[in-house]
């Protein structure tokens, strides 16, 4: 995962080079630097999701509907698609739960210079607890699985 991270980070600075963006990367400063972290922390937020839906793909092997299904939560729910404050209250509050919905909050907040550091605070909170979370779902469904015989053609 870190590798793919740095190659990303890598790809991300040829890009700039290339487009000729170096300079609005430059002048914009420590709101870039902010902006990598917070898209790190997406990442990574993105990799814990497949983690957790990797082990349950192992143990009930056809999880594509519910996958579709998944993609339009994150979407609907994460401030992307919709506006947080559109939202009734019960789901904005799950809206919360969700990492993606703080990076998006932070992105935002930067790139109209005004850094929110409890919002960039909460999404590490979430980030971490979402990768703690991903590690115990998959190694539960990988023992499920390993019980249930599931893993013999893996």
């Not at 909460?122 to 979370?133: C, D, E, H, P, R």
């Amino acid at each position: 995962m870190a590798f793919n991270i740095v190659k990303a980070l890598i790809s991300f600075l040829i890009v700039i080079i290339l487009f000729g963006f170096w300079n609005d990367f430059i002048n914009i400063g420590f709101g870039n630097i902010l902006i990598m972290i917070v898209i790190t922390f997406t990442v990574f937020c993105f990799y814990i999701l497949g983690l957790m839906f990797g082990g349950y793909a192992l143990f009930y092997k056809r999880i594509q509907a519910f996958l579709g299904i998944i993609t339009y939560v994150l979407l609907f729910f994460t401030n992307i698609t919709t506006p947080i404050d559109a939202l009734p209250a019960y789901i904005r509050t799950f809206s919360y739960m969700i990492p993606i919905t703080w990076a998006t909050k932070v992105i935002e907040n930067i790139t109209m210079n005004n850094i929110v550091w409890s919002d960039l605070g909460m999404l590490v909170v979430t980030s971490v607890i979402y990768g703690i979370l991903g590690v115990v779902v998959f190694r539960y469904y990988i023992e499920k699985a390993k019980d249930r015989g599931n893993l013999g053609h893996y």
